[in-house]
């Protein structure tokens, strides 16, 4: 699917989904620069705990554990849950769920997602066996779980509920703010994320003997005393990574403000396409927007996903297939262990999402470019191409690099 930029490519640099979102420098320095003054480089230092505490008051969350990546931190969880046999997860996610799960011996059993792409709890509770332990949502794309209706599945069942919310830092569902779900939830600071620590994760929860095991197992199995009284990996983030995560996230209200300022611009610029929807969370969230998902509808829209996705990269624009094939496709998830049950949503969604560009740099006049370079490739399925026709063609070159 990749294509190279033309030589008359709209936009004169690459413009990618994920492009990391840089906090104040000068701030992010000056914290660097005090770690190396301290020589307090990791094992929980002072940045690393003005990070938890900040992560703690935004989400409300009585613990949160910043651990190295997103991944690590629901194997953390998970196994301080003390999950086995197998666990309830959607396909349609990025493949760090279920081999998260995986990774820790559990077996991942992939459930169907709602119209919202998200665990559906009735399908949940279709894929409950003796051998069930626990269930493990994740917040999509933008898009919080149907907390409510999973929670109700996991308690008929007696099974623990986590969620992934490695997308929604700073989300809230039905008033609930993403952090408090469940018996605990994890986040992720990728680069790629709005929020980021270079790479870097949380683990947080209301639970104190919980938050007392990931603590533990995050250091070698030591208690707050240093002394080791079980099993532990090395999952600490270091203080450069948290100089970083901090300075992004004393800036989380901004930041939202600019993902749902270009998410208007984005369902602006696609308003009325045919077979072209932009995404938009449930009612019921408070959302951080951080993605820009696109479903489309080859047959309305004329076009496929994939050669707008092809097209666009002709013109420097990198969107990004998230999750295709889906999980239960894929080569370590053998059908008849994982997936019981057919999955037509999510093959649905795994064919027709694209993720677009929504970075804090993205001016309204790039969103505007891009959506005019998907107008153009929209074609009605009717034949007639109605108001396409009288919408320019794309020649501006926009922002030249320097
Ligand atoms: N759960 C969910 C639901 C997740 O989505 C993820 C991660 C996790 C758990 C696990 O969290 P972590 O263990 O990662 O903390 C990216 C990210 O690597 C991954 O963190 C993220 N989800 C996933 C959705 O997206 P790729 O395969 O798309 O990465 P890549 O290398 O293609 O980069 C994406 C785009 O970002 C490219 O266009 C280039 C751009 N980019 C990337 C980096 C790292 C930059 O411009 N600068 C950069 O420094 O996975």
Redesign the pocket.
Known sequence: MSASPAASAAFGHAV?????NIPDRDRVLDRIAGALSRRTLSNNGPLVREFEDRLRRLTGARHCIAVT??????ELAVRACGLTGEVIVPSF??V??PH?LSWQGLTPVFGDVDAYGCLDPEHVRRLVTPRTSGIVG?H?LGTCCDAAGLEAVAAEFGLALLF?A??ALGSATDGRRVGTLGRAE?F??????FVNSF???AVATDDDELAARVRAMRNFGQDDDGVVRSLGTNAKMHEISAAMGLTAVENITGLIAGNEQRHTWYADGLRDLPGIAVRGPRPADASNYSYLSVQVDPARAGVTRDEIVRRLAQENV?A?V??HPGNHRLEPYPQERHRPLPLPRSERLAEQILVLPNSADLTADDVGLICRLIRDLVTPATGARGEQTSRPTVSVRARESS
């Open positions: 990618r989904v994920g492009a990391p990546n997103g991944t690590v931190a629901l996610t990025y760090a769920t998260a994740v999509l992934d490695a997308h994890i992720s600071f990728h680069a790629t994320k790479e870097g994760g990198f990004k998230y999750f």
